[in-house]
């Protein structure tokens, strides 16, 4: 079984979890604030943070990547730092990508994925995502806190597959 309370390939999913929920308090959302990357030495490289930027009806349009670690900006092949998700030339992959990101965003929850693509070179990428809700400005969820962990090229991971997993409020 994998996700947030089963096992994962890199320890350093499990970790940025229990980070995050350490930080949650009562609220059940860490503030942006709460974060401290000092804290999250080990896995650094492979964090980003997005911003979620809203239309007009409150709803997440876009995101911007405050901060892409290098293993993320190797993932995806292109730094990602101060740029838009809507940026992201892989269509396929940044409407899927885009999705995610706005359930994050919705429901308030942390997400565990195990995910294949195919990269601009066409070579084929399998990873392991965690996204994490955070709050920047107030009550209001408007920002992510993501891990992605290389897999194995040979690791045979189901394309695509969500699991959805319980904020801690429900775990």
């Known amino acids: 079984m994998y996700g947030i309370n089963g096992r994962y390939h890199n320890c350093e999913i499990g970790h940025a979890y229990e980070y995050w929920r350490s930080k949650a308090g009562d609220a059940g959302i860490p503030a942006r604030a709460d974060i401290d990357p000092i ?10 943070l997005a911003e ?57 929850r942390a997400f565990y994925s195990i ?23 107030g009550s209001r969820c408007d920002m992510l806190l993501g891990v992605v962990m290389p897999l194995p090229r040979d690791y045979d991971a189901p394309e695509g597959v969500w699991i959805y997993e319980a904020g801690p409020e429900l775990a």
């Open 39 to 48: 804290e999250m030495w080990s896995w650094i490289p492979a964090t980003l």
């Open 52 to 108: 979620a930027i809203f239309d007009d009806h409150g709803a997440p349009a876009d995101f911007f990547f405050r901060v892409a670690g290098s293993r993320v900006c190797e993932r995806y092949g292109r730094e990602l730092t101060h740029r838009h998700l809507s940026e992201i030339p892989m269509q396929e992959q940044r409407d899927s990508v885009l999705a995610n990101y706005r359930a994050v965003i919705d429901t308030q």
């Open 115 to 137: 995910n294949r693509f195919f990269d601009t070179d066409g070579i084929l990428r399998s990873f392991e995502m965690l996204l994490l809700p955070l709050r920047a400005h």
